[in-house]
């Protein structure tokens, strides 16, 4: 398996605009993990889904960040409109059966 | 709310000990986990114990679990400048979530 896939894996953007990442978890994981990380508070958990289905969504900064997951390979995290504080890598993470969580290489974002 | 914290930074001279702590507060954890992040990269599971273990050794790691105070720490004997990263505690709750750390940076001096 190629593990958790992410694009892009860079991207850069201008406040204002819409940013929406990808990610294809490994085949077979019925978790999926969206997790946000900065130098200053580190590792943040966004948003959960479990089957496809949003389990919580308690960490989402604000109305600003959705995230769907419309089938078992296939999430995105869309910010609309995006702000220079969005700045930060994103991670995509999935699980399953074994309770490992496999992280992908994450997105790393830069918003101007 | 049930948390894990670990501080932020961490910096060793090479060849020192490196000890990385975290605390939890869910005391039905089950397993707990260290993950690492190389830089640039996403993050591996580094290593882990079983929550009705005290101690687990591999090599240069020692991962130390006080289940009473809900303490753990990894130990890393001989840091080398090879393993400055950024290290993530992580647990294995009553339901089978997992909480993670906000992570600790290494950095070792050479």
């Known amino acids: 398996d190629a593990g958790v896939i992410q694009s892009p894996r860079h991207e850069v953007t201008e406040m204002g605009q819409e940013v929406t990442l990808r990610c294809k978890p490994i085949?077979?994981?019925?978790?999926l993990f969206w997790y946000r990380q900065t130098m200053m508070r580190g590792l943040e958990l966004l948003i959960y889904?479990?089957?496809?289905?949003?389990?919580?969504d308690s960490g989402m900064p604000e109305d600003r960040f959705s995230a769907k997951m419309p089938n078992a390979s296939f999430s995105t995290l869309k910010i609309q409109p995006s702000e220079p504080r969005d700045s930060a890598v994103y991670f995509c993470?999935?699980?399953?059966?074994?309770?490992?969580?496999?992280f992908g290489p994450g997105t790393r974002l830069t918003v101007t | 709310g049930e948390d894990v914290e670990q501080s932020l930074f961490l910096s060793v001279r090479e060849g020192d000990s490196s000890v990385i702590n975290c605390t939890y507060t869910?005391?039905?954890?089950?397993?707990l986990y260290w993950y690492k992040q190389e830089p640039g990269a996403g993050l591996q599971l580094l290593t882990y114990?079983?929550?009705?273990?005290d101690m687990k050794q591999d090599q240069r790691l020692t991962v130390l679990l006080n289940k009473k105070d809900k303490h753990l720490s990894l130990r890393i004997a001989d840091t080398q400048t090879g393993d400055s990263a950024i290290y993530f505690c992580?647990?294995?709750?009553?339901?089978?979530?997992?909480?993670f750390g906000a992570g600790t940076r290494l950095t070792v001096k050479p």
């Open positions: 085949s077979g994981h019925d978790y």
């Open positions: 114990i079983f929550s009705n273990m």
């Open positions: 889904f479990n089957n496809n289905v949003p389990i919580d």
């Open positions: 992580a647990e294995r709750g009553w339901n089978n979530d997992m909480r």
């Open positions: 869910d005391s039905s954890s089950t397993y």
């Open positions: 993470a999935s699980r399953g059966d074994s309770y490992e969580q496999y």
